[in-house]
């Protein structure tokens, strides 16, 4: 079964995620940038659900410290934030991250993503 890890510190935004994308997908979960980065390492996910604004190490550091370890720089990045501010999602997209989707998360547009980001690293 695909593993996605979800790195999301506020408790109502990450249950939300997992009643979205349990049934369809093996979850695992960090609730800080620095454990996010830990866990990547360790279980090695097919795809991490990045929020930008994470406590110890936010979310744009930690997707570069993903990203340039060379273990997972292929892992596809989907970074979530609630600002829908251009500078934000270009912000995100400079740190590593391979799509960048608003809070609150449109069910529809996650789906799409994550199936397209995961398509696409199946091909690399």
Request: charge should be negative; aromatic fraction near 4%; charged fraction near 25%.
């Amino acid at each position: 079964m695909t593993k996605i890890l979800i790195v999301e510190d506020v408790e109502l935004n990450y249950d939300l995620l997992v009643q979205l994308l349990e049934d369809d997908y093996e979850l695992i979960g960090a609730r800080d940038g620095q454990e996010g980065v830990q866990l990547a390492a360790a279980e090695h996910p097919d795809l991490i659900l990045m929020d930008m604004s994470l406590p110890v190490m936010n979310g744009w550091s930690a997707t570069e410290a993903i990203k340039s370890d060379p273990g997972l720089t292929l892992i596809p990045v989907i970074g979530l934030s609630a600002h829908a501010l251009l500078e934000e999602k270009a912000k995100a997209l400079n740190s590593g991250c391979d799509a960048y989707l608003t809070k609150p998360v449109d069910e529809v547009a996650l789906f799409q993503t994550i199936e397209r980001l995961l398509k696409r690293a199946q091909r690399i």
